[in-house]
């Protein structure tokens, strides 16, 4: 099975004039702004780094509900903040770390075994494999 989606971007103008918008094929995101002032200056819009962190949390959690039904539980709740660090490199930007916090509240199991599947998760999530160039850690609270 192959699946492919697509998210597009527009932008005009320079980098710290310009103005970009950001698009999904859902349409979840339709021609969203973003620009340097949404990225560097707390100016509200999108910006690449949480647009990575929602799509790591989301595929992050999908994976841990998968592998936690396949060892026979499943989860009253699971919540995953993922925080993407973006920092000033000697060769320019660069995202140096995700950590990806997550709270799971799964009867049945211990928080030793759910620690262990969270980890398989995050091993096996689509997003973490793609984005294994930088160090992903995960903080894990149970009940």
């Not at 790591?56 to 660090?85: I, N, P, R």
């Not at 770390?97 to 799964?106: H, K, Q, R």
Request: proline content about 3%.
């Amino acid at each position: 099975m192959k699946i492919q989606k697509n998210g597009s971007a527009h932008w005009t103008g320079g980098l710290k004039d310009g103005k970009g918008t950001v698009s999904t094929e859902s349409g979840a995101l339709s021609d969203r702004p973003y620009g340097f002032n949404t990225r560097f200056e707390g100016v509200a819009g999108t910006n690449p780094e949480e647009l990575i962190g929602a799509a790591h949390a989301a595929c992050f959690t999908m994976a841990l509900s998968l592998m936690l039904g396949e060892a026979g539980f499943t989860a009253d709740s699971l919540d995953t903040k993922a925080v993407v660090t973006l920092e000033k490199l000697a060769d320019g930007f660069g995202i140096t770390a995700i950590e990806l916090n997550l709270t799971g509240v799964v009867p049945g199991t211990d928080e030793a075994s759910f620690t262990e599947i969270a980890n398989k998760a995050k091993e096996g999530c689509p997003v973490s494999k793609a984005l294994s160039a930088v160090p992903i850690t995960l903080n894990v609270r149970f009940g």
